[in-house]
């Protein structure tokens, strides 16, 4: 099972990390970007899209399935 919020990125298994950390910056509201307060939720999730994209990479799968 992969995570919805990395699904609705609509990236291919071979995009790159970058690619990927782009498309997670954009998916956030502004608002949620620009509070300091939220840095540990906003790293924490970036992490998790990185995550889930090396998983869907290994496993050769197409994220749009």
């Keep these: 099972m992969t995570d919805p919020a990395y699904q609705r990125l609509g990236l291919p298994s071979?995009?790159?990390?970058?690619a990927v950390l782009?498309?997670?910056v954009r998916a956030l509201h502004p608002d949620t970007r620009a509070v300091c307060g939220f840095r540990a939720a906003r790293k924490r999730f970036y992490?998790?899209?990185?995550?889930?994209?090396?998983?869907?990479?290994?496993?050769?799968?197409?994220?749009?399935?």
Excluded: I
């Design 14 to 18: 071979a995009a790159s990390p970058y």
């Design 47 to 65: 992490r998790q899209m990185l995550c889930a994209h090396a998983t869907r990479q290994t496993a050769g799968d197409d994220p749009a399935r």
């Design 22 to 24: 782009r498309a997670a």
